[in-house]
């Protein structure tokens, strides 16, 4: 990696340039007209570019209902806890080989189960050892075939890592939180790669063991927690991969509340979004806005408790909604039982349940079909109206026209049978007329 050195010219853009001493990026050839004019007016012919990128923040998305609404559910607190208590990132601890690594790798394992989420350790060897990436799986559920990857490197340089690449990590696992809940029409894979340092190990591993897959896309984070002063965050991709890099970029915009976004694209390979580039699959990765400017960078001091606001969580905070917010928006995740998208569960949903109610999924009831069984039925209503009532703070409920004919009638129809059955012990009967009384005056 080396340290970028920025010049700002008088038209306002903020060029970066790479110089000799690191990963060869190869974003623009020496013999441009760009380089040309920058030799000539901003830096001595001397000096030896291997890499130019243009750093701009891409303009901003209008901000979708759902992108919102899951970006306000990361919860800062709980990221705290994982980079704090989980990965083993306190002064002494060593995530690099040995105990701290293979205990941080348990609990990671152990958080993403807990989310109900299935968990794979998937084994690679590196100089002749055996080491695991950790891979789980959110299954879509209309188009499981496309896979959306977010990732990170869990390992370290011999030291806490709480930075590079705790931070990260804890991305990874704060967002699987979040979404994991949720409908997701297409594959979600929360993977933490092991032996990052060592030449990007894991990141390689996965992308050839799943190289009969659809993936659509890899967003990586890698040392996003230290603010050196720009509060913002660099991405970094191929030309190739520029959706995805302007994407990331414009959802902070959207989503950050005032991080700032820089588009870097070029050959730059010093981090896992290289091995799915290289694989022909879009790609970015997330870096903080100059990250060698982190003094305790690959040093036994990149510890969280090294000094009070070592790792920003005012940065953090608007990162993970960010990126959230990105991944929702593309991924296309919502409530279960939202049949109309606009990130709650309502009365409208409630008529499009009913009309559902009884039938086999189709495209347009997939979005109550809870349990994955394929047709509608008993269990999916106790779903959705557990989904009504947390949504909207109510119980969805017949009228009382409606209510009092299911109940008299010797057959109320599929539509109302687990509706009307308020006290859900399975019949209908004077038991459920108390229940639904007290939900209909709204006690």
């Known amino acids: 990696m080396t340290r970028p050195l920025a010049f700002r010219p008088r038209f306002g853009l903020d060029w970066c340039l790479l110089f000799d001493g690191g990963e060869r ?3 623009v050839s020496q013999d441009t007209a760009i380089v040309r004019l920058l030799r000539r007016f901003f830096i001595p012919t001397s000096a030896p570019i291997v890499a130019l990128t243009l750093a701009l923040a891409a303009s901003p998305a209008a901000a979708t209902p759902y992108g919102t609404f ?8 709980i990221y705290q806890n994982y980079l704090e208590n989980l990965l083993y990132t306190h002064l002494g601890h060593n995530r690099g080989f040995g105990a701290h690594h293979d205990l941080a790798r348990a609990n990671i394992v152990a958080t993403l189960q807990s989310f109900g989420l299935p968990v794979v350790l998937e084994p690679f060897v590196y100089n002749t050892v055996t080491y695991y990436n950790v891979v789980a799986t959110q299954a879509g ?21 709480a930075d590079d690449n705790g931070t990260g990590t804890a991305l990874v696992m704060e967002i699987a939180r979040v979404l994991s809940q949720h409908r997701s029409p297409r594959t979600i894979r929360y993977v933490l790669f092991d032996r990052e340092e060592q030449g990007r190990r894991g990141s390689i591993a996965y992308v050839g063991a799943h190289s009969g897959e659809t993936t659509v896309m890899a967003v990586t984070a890698d040392m996003v927690g230290h603010d050196s002063g720009a509060f913002g965050m660099d991405i970094y991709g191929r030309t190739t991969s520029s959706s995805v890099v302007n994407g990331v970029a414009s959802a902070m915009g959207t989503y950050g509340g005032g991080l700032n976004a820089f588009v870097n694209l070029g050959n730059y390979s010093f981090s896992d979004h290289w091995s799915f580039e290289s694989a022909g699959i879009p790609a970015c990765v997330i870096i903080e806005r100059c990250y060698t400017c982190n003094t305790y960078y690959h ?14 969580y005012a940065l953090l905070a608007p990162l993970l909604r960010s990126v959230t917010g990105y991944l929702v928006d593309q991924i296309g995740v919502s409530l279960w039982g939202d049949s109309d998208l606009d990130a709650d569960v309502d009365g ?15 495209p347009a009831c997939r979005t109550f079909d809870r349990d994955s ?7 999916d209503w106790v779903a959705f109206r557990a989904a009504h009532l947390a949504s909207s703070g109510s119980l969805p409920l017949l009228s009382p026209s409606e209510f009092a004919a299911a109940l008299l009638a010797a057959d109320p129809g599929a539509a109302n049978r687990c509706v009307a059955d ?21 006690l």
């Open 422 to 442: 308020m006290n859900g012990d399975g019949r209908l009967d004077g038991g459920d007329i108390g229940p639904y009384v007290a939900a209909e005056s709204g």
């Open 25 to 27: 990026a190869g974003g």
């Open 299 to 312: 040093t036994a001091n990149d510890a969280v408790d090294v000094y009070p606001g070592y790792i920003s």
């Open 348 to 362: 409208v949903d409630f008529t499009a349940f009913r009309g559902c109610y009884g039938g086999p999924v189709t």
């Open 373 to 379: 069984d394929g047709d509608i039925d008993c269990a």
């Open 70 to 77: 899951f970006g306000q559910r990361v919860d800062i607190g």
């Open 141 to 161: 559920t209309d188009v499981p075939g496309q896979v959306y990857v977010v990732g990170a490197h869990f390992d370290t340089v011999n030291n806490p890592g």
